[in-house]
């Protein structure tokens, strides 16, 4: 069970949202289709949000509070099917993506020249965000946060600069 927060406005909240954890856990068992796993995850994270910080429905309409409880753990299922899609794949043509891993080193070579090549045509801003996020492997949070920008601006220069690593590696 969680343990009070320490704070006055929390404290009182916390049992309340840990009384809906059996709820919580079936409903995110439907969203994730059974996944017993990732339920738990979703629900768990939920209840740890709703500790860090209380919405304001917490003091008293506990139907208030449910249906705050199932939007997030409906925003975290949704944000867990999202990254799971999230997979760059396509930023290099089928051809290279198919070739034995075990193959010829000078095949390999000549791949990681395309790639450099390819990645030296994009933009400063489009291959600072590529090689953040896919080559230093961080987040979109953490790039938006090296870089100084919001993390909005983070998942449109990728998604833009992916489509145009596609057509200089097409080309």
Request: glycine letters at 6%.
């Amino acid at each position: 069970m969680i343990a009070a927060h320490g704070t006055a406005g929390s404290a009182p909240f916390v049992p309340a949202a840990e009384r809906h954890r059996a709820q919580l856990m079936k409903y995110a068992n439907r969203l994730t289709h059974g996944d017993r796993h990732r339920a738990e995850d979703i629900v768990q994270e939920t209840l740890l949000r709703a500790w860090r910080r209380p919405p304001a429905t917490a003091a008293g309409d506990d139907e208030r509070l449910l249906a705050w409880l199932y939007a997030v753990a409906r925003n975290l299922s949704v944000d867990m099917y999202r990254r799971d899609r999230s997979v760059p794949v396509g930023a290099l043509p089928l051809q290279l993506l198919n070739r034995p891993t075990d193959g010829d080193l000078a095949d390999q070579v000549v791949t990681g020249q395309l790639v450099r090549t390819a990645l030296g045509r994009l933009s400063d801003e489009h291959r600072e965000v590529i090689v953040r996020v896919h080559l230093c492997d961080r987040t979109g949070d953490q790039a938006a946060q090296e870089i100084g920008v919001p993390p909005g601006t983070v998942k449109s220069r990728t998604h833009y600069a992916l489509r145009a690593l596609r057509r200089e590696l097409a080309a």
